[in-house]
């Protein structure tokens, strides 16, 4: 690795690339992120954030975009020309969090927000992007990426090329990437062939409301959404334009064309009045994704159909950049531990195999939403669309096809048949009986796996050891009165180690022993792993052996915490006097559900590179 000038060379500054540029840099491993574009992103382009996403943010230290997402507004239905509301209903209820599922409502925010503040933590790491700089091609061998770059010199109105060697490139460049090209990677699928044609952008509008999401005229000829965002400044709008009847090729790039139509498709004349079109494209959907996502040294990541590589695809599920970012954290993870010695690369053949069932699945779902918003589609149940015959009458089946299930939240989102994961609790497969699983399902109340995501648990009251703080007769005493607070899991979870939970009823179980024995003889480095004993809020219990337990002594970093509402422990599925042991990924991803050391040890077996136990050499 040493002969390479960079580690990681992530092309793209999108959500993708700037995901995956923070996910390497916390780990401690140099990259380089470069960008075509002159100047950074201003349209807002799919703005959904589903709640899984809002937890990867939460994992990478960044909240200010949960802060800054604001909830979906109601929309409102309404004849072109007419401001009256012919029904204004919620596209996704407001749903309570819960201490397992603290982010449980889709939000929105701009991706030019949500890509500067990416920047900003990037920044941080000494990490910027390089814009004016695209990738030109590449060759790679097992030893190094030689990329092309050309650097666009805006003074003098030149290009300069330069060659970067670099140990891995990640390609985050858009459905027209030279990464997926040059690896000659499948491209499968289609391209919406129905008879609508969409165009997105941004605009200022003078008199209009900001307290709904507008939309104008009907799906089945033609219809203006208008959404309302401060973000743009005063008086922005989101806007997104659908006709079957109307050709719109060229409109995104004539602004007077674009306004006189907007203000023609809302039709109330001068009352509304567009003041400024900020940024237009047009686009037409498509259901497109590739057969591996990556080749050797090279990988693409993303699934947006504003800036994707594996998949292109319908934006009507909210799904394309939440896909982007989960790929590029469940990426980047194992590549900061390949990259440094620790993990064989065939952990890097775990990215396909996990996340292609993920993605294969999110196409069929948006492809079916798309079909049933065109009154295309073939599912019992789904209406086609219907307009009086004086084409007064808006859409009416337009609230059945805005609805969106639960599993658009992609909490249910798993990897529970990756060759990596480990789960001695699962139940055993029936000879000759065919087991239906799917990778993009919702979570099932009292069903947890090896491969699902991880719940949070908050109410977690550190545990002090005698030695450590103010003895006591039992020889162990939770910091309740002590000043130190409460945690949570989520607050504990980190894209740069594993959290091994070890659920036991006392400090001095053997297992709890052995795990720690375990964990300093398998991984092979203490700081890729964070061991925690989760006790039960059960005194009697605490007490009971703790003085005979010298474990936090003699472990260090090893800490405990006493589940003082019992959110772990119902979240987990853990019974009472019951031991488990559960091994979370640095994605957030459940590794494995195990019984004692010797699970343990077979779940890092698939991780880390096998040492030798006496020399801790690389077998």
Same mark, same amino acid.
């Given at each position: 690795?040493?002969?390479?000038? =960079? /580690?990681?060379?992530?092309?793209?500054?999108?959500?993708?690339?700037?995901?995956?540029?923070?996910?390497?840099?916390?780990?401690?491993?140099?990259? !380089?992120?470069?960008?075509?574009?002159?100047?950074?992103?201003?349209?807002?382009?799919?703005?959904?954030?589903?709640?899984?996403?809002?937890?990867?943010?939460?994992?990478? !230290?960044?909240?200010?975009?949960?802060?800054?997402?604001?909830?979906?507004?109601?929309?409102?239905?309404?004849?072109?020309?007419? $401001?009256?509301?012919?029904?204004?209903?919620?596209?996704?209820?407001?749903?309570?969090?819960? /201490?397992?599922?603290?982010?449980?409502?889709? &939000?929105?925010?701009?991706?030019?927000?949500?890509?500067?503040?990416?920047?900003?933590?990037?920044?941080?790491?000494? %990490?910027?992007?390089?814009?004016?700089?695209?990738?030109?091609?590449?060759?790679?061998?097992?030893?190094?990426?030689?990329?092309?770059?050309?650097?666009?010199?805006?003074?003098?109105?030149?290009?300069?090329?330069?060659?970067?060697?670099?140990?891995? $490139?990640?390609?985050?460049?858009?459905?027209?990437?030279?990464?997926?090209?040059?690896?000659?990677?499948?491209?499968?699928? #289609?391209?919406?062939?129905?008879?609508?044609?969409?165009?997105?952008?941004?605009?200022?509008?003078?008199?209009?409301?900001?307290?709904?999401?507008?939309?104008?005229?009907?799906?089945?000829?033609?219809?203006?959404?208008?959404? +309302?965002?401060?973000?743009?400044?005063?008086?922005?709008?989101?806007?997104?334009?659908?006709?079957?009847?109307?050709?719109? &090729?060229?409109?995104?790039?004539?602004?007077?064309?674009?306004?006189?139509?907007? *203000?023609?498709?809302?039709?109330?004349?001068?009352?509304?009045?567009?003041?400024?079109? @900020?940024?237009?494209?047009?686009?037409?959907?498509? @259901?497109?994704?590739?057969?591996?996502?990556?080749?050797?040294?090279?990988?693409?990541?993303?699934?947006?159909?504003?800036?994707?590589?594996?998949?292109?695809?319908? /934006?009507?599920?909210?799904?394309?950049?939440?896909?982007?970012?989960?790929?590029?954290?469940?990426?980047?993870?194992?590549?900061?531990?390949?990259? &440094?010695?620790?993990?064989?690369?065939?952990?890097?053949?775990?990215?396909?195999?996990?996340?292609?069932?993920?993605?294969?699945?999110?196409?069929?779902?948006?492809?079916?939403?798309? &079909?049933?918003?065109?009154?295309?589609?073939?599912?019992?149940?789904?209406?086609?669309?219907?307009?009086?015959?004086?084409?007064?009458?808006?859409?009416?089946?337009?609230? %059945? @096809?805005?609805?969106?299930?639960?599993?658009?939240?992609?909490?249910?989102?798993? %990897?529970?048949?990756? +060759?990596?994961?480990?789960?001695?609790?699962?139940?055993?497969? =029936?000879?000759?009986?065919?087991?239906?699983? #799917?990778?993009?399902?919702?979570?099932?109340?009292?069903?947890?796996?090896?491969?699902?995501?991880?719940?949070?648990?908050?109410?977690?009251?550190?545990?002090?050891?005698?030695?450590?703080?103010?003895?006591?007769?039992?020889?162990?005493?939770?910091?309740?009165? *002590?000043?130190?607070?409460?945690?949570?899991?989520?607050?504990?979870?980190?894209?740069?180690?594993?959290?091994?939970?070890?659920?036991?009823?006392?400090?001095?179980?053997?297992?709890?022993?052995?795990?720690?024995?375990?964990?300093?003889? %398998?991984?092979?480095?203490?700081?890729?792993?964070? +061991?925690?004993?989760?006790?039960?809020? =059960?005194?009697?219990?605490?007490?009971?052996?703790?003085?005979?337990? #010298?474990?936090?002594?003699?472990?260090?970093?090893?800490?405990?915490?006493?589940?003082?509402?019992?959110?772990?422990?119902?979240?987990? $599925?853990?019974?009472?006097?019951?031991?488990?042991?559960?091994?979370?990924?640095?994605?957030?991803?459940?590794?494995?559900?195990?019984?004692?050391?010797?699970?343990?040890?077979?779940?890092?077996?698939?991780?880390?590179? *096998?040492?030798?136990?006496?020399?801790?050499?690389?077998?």
């Amino acid at each position: 690795m040493a002969a390479c000038t =960079t /580690p990681v060379l992530v092309v793209g500054a999108g959500p993708t690339g700037l995901t995956a540029a923070l996910t390497l840099a916390q780990n401690d491993v140099p990259v !380089r992120i470069i960008e075509q574009e002159l100047q950074h992103r201003r349209g807002q382009r799919g703005p959904g954030i589903q709640p899984r996403t809002f937890e990867v943010f939460h994992f990478l !230290r960044v909240p200010e975009i949960n802060e800054r997402a604001t909830f979906v507004l109601p929309l409102q239905e309404h004849n072109k020309g007419s $401001l009256e509301a012919l029904k204004t209903f919620t596209v996704s209820p407001y749903t309570e969090p819960t /201490p397992s599922i603290p982010y449980y409502n889709p &939000k929105l925010i701009g991706q030019q927000t949500l890509e500067a503040i990416l920047r900003e933590h990037l920044a941080k790491f000494g %990490c910027t992007v390089e814009l004016g700089t695209r990738l030109a091609s590449f060759t790679q061998d097992d030893q190094c990426v030689r990329a092309k770059i050309v650097k666009h010199r805006t003074d003098q109105a030149e290009e300069v090329e330069e060659v970067v060697e670099a140990a891995y $490139l990640i390609g985050a460049d858009g459905a027209r990437s030279v990464t997926r090209k040059q690896l000659q990677l499948t491209f499968g699928g #289609s391209t919406w062939e129905g008879t609508c044609r969409l165009l997105r952008g941004r605009a200022k509008l003078t008199n209009g409301s900001f307290q709904h999401w507008h939309h104008f005229g009907t799906i089945s000829q033609e219809m203006i959404s208008l959404r +309302p965002t401060d973000e743009l400044g005063k008086d922005g709008y989101q806007l997104l334009i659908t006709s079957r009847v109307r050709e719109l &090729k060229g409109l995104a790039q004539d602004e007077e064309a674009l306004m006189n139509c907007i *203000k023609e498709l809302i039709g109330l004349g001068d009352d509304v009045k567009v003041k400024e079109v @900020m940024w237009a494209s047009e686009f037409r959907p498509n @259901m497109r994704m590739v057969d591996k996502f990556g080749v050797g040294r090279v990988f693409v990541a993303g699934g947006t159909d504003a800036c994707t590589c594996p998949t292109v695809h319908s /934006p009507t599920g909210g799904q394309g950049l939440n896909t982007s970012v989960q790929d590029a954290l469940h990426l980047c993870w194992k590549l900061a531990l390949v990259y &440094k010695g620790l993990s064989p690369a065939s952990l890097l053949d775990t990215y396909t195999a996990e996340r292609l069932p993920v993605i294969t699945e999110m196409l069929g779902l948006t492809t079916e939403i798309l &079909k049933r918003m065109h009154g295309e589609s073939k599912v019992e149940g789904a209406q086609s669309s219907t307009d009086g015959k004086d084409g007064a009458k808006v859409e009416s089946n337009l609230e %059945c @096809m805005k609805h969106r299930g639960k599993n658009m939240f992609m909490l249910g989102v798993n %990897c529970r048949t990756s +060759p990596i994961v480990v789960d001695e609790f699962a139940p055993a497969s =029936t000879p000759g009986v065919t087991v239906v699983h #799917s990778a993009y399902g919702n979570i099932e109340e009292g069903i947890f796996r090896a491969g699902d995501r991880a719940p949070d648990a908050p109410d977690l009251v550190p545990v002090a050891n005698s030695n450590r703080a103010a003895s006591n007769a039992s020889g162990i005493s939770t910091l309740r009165g *002590k000043g130190l607070g409460s945690t949570r899991l989520f607050n504990i979870f980190a894209p740069t180690y594993h959290t091994i939970l070890i659920f036991a009823p006392t400090l001095a179980d053997p297992v709890v022993s052995s795990v720690l024995a375990a964990l300093q003889q %398998c991984v092979p480095k203490n700081t890729l792993v964070r +061991p925690l004993v989760v006790l039960p809020d =059960t005194l009697p219990d605490l007490h009971r052996g703790v003085e005979t337990s #010298s474990t936090l002594d003699q472990t260090p970093g090893v800490e405990a915490l006493v589940d003082q509402a019992g959110h772990a422990y119902r979240g987990y $599925l853990i019974e009472q006097d019951e031991i488990k042991v559960i091994a979370i990924r640095p994605d957030g991803v459940v590794g494995a559900i195990v019984r004692g050391a010797k699970g343990l040890e077979r779940y890092f077996d698939g991780v880390f590179e *096998k040492r030798d136990v006496g020399t801790g050499e690389v077998l």
